[in-house]
């Protein structure tokens, strides 16, 4: 694995942007753009990514993005990458769709599916904050059980979409997750991604401190906990071969991993939750992990 010493120097995110203290969002953006390099072409619906970009006339980001409506990501993607098909730049510049979970796994999930049936050559990344954190934080397809936000004010009932599987069964050559409390992972994945040829899909879950009622300095406490729970683990699947991540290896044994209510109850989010829906959760983490070890054996 790269270590932080080994990491670009230079900054594609321009200092001074309008996202909130702690958001992890903007270290998932930073730290991707470090591995993908100037020769990028980034588009992004309507989302909270629109808001660190600026308004209309400025981009605090090197290199060049397009805003596109919340719906039409991977369509997006597809002309871009078509037109640079055309002009034989293909490739040597890399193109990369940038969604929250509102715009990948409920409003942008079609153009996403069409692109990758396609098989357009792309990355979309997916930073999962579970709901429409920039419109004031409404429930998504990615809200996990038991979450307050505006519209499930007694929590939400119901498991999260689970779009790596979803992209998995499109035969997406290289399918993974991540977080941004695990930067160096995260930058290898995508320097990764980069380098195969054909769509390629990154689910990143992002702690949102306004969103998740946590202070911003935990944003990579939170993060590291739903690691370290097994709620979030992460893993790679290339040419639908499974391989756990490092940082999440241990946790194949139960006895390494923290017990969820340290993940819980340091959220305001989950603060009226029920003691049914935490021993849910431990019997959904309990069964994920059966799972991963049966696709590890394979």
């Given at each position: 694995?790269?270590?932080?010493?080994?990491?670009?120097?230079?900054?594609?995110?321009?200092?001074?942007?309008?996202?909130?203290?702690?958001?992890?969002?903007a270290?998932?953006?930073?730290?991707?753009?470090?591995?993908?390099?100037?020769?990028t072409?980034?588009?992004?619906?309507?989302?909270?990514?629109?808001?660190?970009?600026?308004?209309?006339?400025?981009?605090?980001?090197?290199?060049?993005v397009?805003?596109?409506?919340?719906?039409?990501?991977?369509a997006?993607?597809?002309?871009?990458v078509?037109?640079?098909?055309?002009?034989g730049?293909?490739?040597?510049?890399?193109?990369?769709?940038f969604?929250?979970?509102?715009?990948?796994?409920?409003?942008?999930?079609?153009?996403?599916?069409?692109?990758?049936?396609?098989?357009?050559?792309?990355?979309?990344?997916?930073?999962?904050?579970?709901?429409?954190?920039?419109?004031?934080?409404?429930?998504?397809?990615?809200?996990?059980?038991?979450?307050?936000?505006?519209?499930?004010?007694?929590?939400?009932?119901?498991?999260?979409?689970?779009?790596?599987?979803?992209?998995?069964?499109?035969?997406?050559?290289?399918v993974?997750?991540?977080?941004?409390?695990?930067?160096?992972?995260?930058?290898?994945?995508?320097?990764?991604?980069k380098?195969?040829?054909?769509?390629?899909y990154?689910?990143?879950?992002?702690?949102?401190?306004?969103?998740?009622?946590?202070?911003?300095?935990?944003?990579?406490?939170?993060?590291?906990?739903?690691?370290?729970?097994?709620?979030?683990?992460?893993?790679?699947?290339?040419?639908?071969?499974?391989?756990?991540?490092?940082?999440?290896?241990?946790?194949?044994?139960?006895?390494?991993?923290?017990?969820?209510?340290?993940?819980?109850?340091?959220?305001?989010?989950?603060?009226?939750?029920?003691?049914?829906?935490?021993v849910?959760?431990?019997?959904?983490?309990?069964?994920?992990?059966?799972?991963?070890?049966?696709?590890?054996?394979?």
């Amino acid at each position: 694995m790269v270590n932080v010493l080994e990491l670009p120097e230079e900054e594609f995110i321009y200092p001074g942007t309008r996202a909130c203290a702690g958001c992890s969002m903007a270290l998932i953006y930073r730290i991707a753009l470090k591995a993908l390099g100037k020769n990028t072409i980034i588009t992004v619906p309507a989302s909270c990514l629109t808001v660190l970009h600026g308004m209309q006339g400025f981009c605090t980001t090197k290199v060049s993005v397009l805003h596109t409506p919340f719906a039409t990501t991977g369509a997006s993607a597809s002309g871009i990458v078509a037109s640079l098909e055309e002009k034989g730049l293909d490739k040597d510049i890399n193109v990369v769709a940038f969604a929250g979970d509102g715009g990948t796994v409920d409003i942008g999930i079609q153009s996403l599916s069409g692109a990758v049936e396609r098989g357009t050559n792309f990355i979309f990344a997916c930073y999962d904050n579970e709901a429409y954190m920039n419109t004031g934080v409404q429930r998504s397809g990615s809200t996990p059980p038991g979450a307050f936000s505006t519209t499930t004010p007694d929590g939400k009932t119901g498991y999260k979409k689970n779009m790596p599987k979803i992209l998995e069964a499109h035969g997406t050559p290289y399918v993974a997750t991540a977080i941004s409390s695990y930067p160096l992972d995260l930058y290898e994945k995508f320097s990764k991604a980069k380098n195969i040829y054909g769509p390629k899909y990154i689910h990143i879950l992002a702690p949102c401190p306004p969103g998740w009622g946590y202070e911003p300095k935990d944003s990579i406490k939170i993060g590291r906990l739903a690691v370290q729970t097994g709620f979030w683990p992460l893993y790679e699947v290339i040419e639908g071969n499974f391989q756990l991540s490092k940082d999440s290896k241990r946790f194949l044994d139960p006895s390494k991993r923290k017990p969820i209510e340290e993940y819980l109850t340091i959220q305001k989010r989950f603060r009226n939750i029920s003691e049914e829906i935490i021993v849910n959760y431990r019997e959904y983490i309990d069964n994920l992990w059966e799972e991963i070890k049966k696709r590890i054996k394979e």
